[in-house]
């Protein structure tokens, strides 16, 4: 099981400590982090979603044309277009990448949010929608022969469409959501499933329920995992925990100022922002050097805990986590793009050689079986 890394490319410049300011849409900031995360040896770049932030797709393909190598992590919400269309668009998109796109499947779990868009369906039923989409966007990628779908949410009657994914059979999967429906879907449809930051023993719980999912589609062993976190590194580990608190106090003014922050609940609805909650509430440290102190701030607003050490340490840490099958990383910073280029020159080689050496020492030994 090697290991990926994921980083994060926005449309403009913003973090707990940066106030969004200039252009909504900023092409050269976009090209700029992208181009840093290539050059940083990232395998992915994720392009999120939300119901205010400019259209995914068009970022997604920018940054392919202003990038040769860095694969690209799509966030799209199912609901908003046709499975048959959304199918066509991504398997164009692959195309004009040259087969580095991935899509990050995301449900919703804030009936607020999904609403400022005109999705009133309640939780669950978001989550059934979701897996009957994906049912129908596979089968468009895949089938040779018009086919029809009827189904709780979708409609088709002789659908056949011209374009396929570039990589075969499909673009890769990537789904997020901590509720039992989410896990469900999860089990049948994902490649690759994504947890937020939270503890080693919370993280092996999930991986476990997720596993059980899968097996009832005999999927269990086809099934990875990626973990989201927000590196904290510096040269010494009490250089790394001061940066962590400085961040903290910047973080503080930026918090009570920003809307994206503002508007927030305390009491987060969605099941993955009260698990990072949870975490929280056991201390700022949990597990020798996961921090929460962004998560209980900011009360869990997404990718929200970090790991704080030297890079060695931090290393050490992601790799107890790929100890437990997790073998991608999503991983951004709080000064995005400085952030990227740091992770590139200090912290990812040191864990690719890590996962070399462990993955060598094992094929000796079953050599020796």
Known sequence: ????????VSHQEQSEIHLLHGPTLNPPYIAAVAQAHEYAGFDRALIAHSSASPDGFQIASYVAQQTKRLGILLAHRPGFVAPTLAARQLATLDHFSAGRLAVHIISGGDDAEQQRDGDYLQHDARYRR?????DVVKRAWTSAQPFDHTGEYYRVTGHQSQIRPLQQPHLPVYFGGSSDAAIAVAGRHADVYALWGESLAQVADTIARVRASAAKHGREQEIRFSLSLRPIIASTEDAAWARAEAILERAKDVVTRSPKFTVRPKDPKNVGSQRLLAEAAKGPVVDQRLWTGIAALTHA??????LV???????????????????????RGFDPLEDALAYGRDLIPLVRAAVA??????????ALV
């Open 130 to 134: 979701t897996s009957e989409y994906l």
């Open 357 to 366: 050496e462990e993955e060598g020492q094992q094929a000796e030994a079953a």
């Open 301 to 306: 607003a997404g990718n929200s805990t970090s």
């Open 309 to 331: 050490g030297t890079p060695r340490q931090v290393a050490d840490a992601l790799l107890e986590y790929r100890r437990l099958g997790v073998s991608t990383f999503l991983i």
């Open 1 to 8: 099981m090697s290991v990926e890394f994921i980083g994060y």
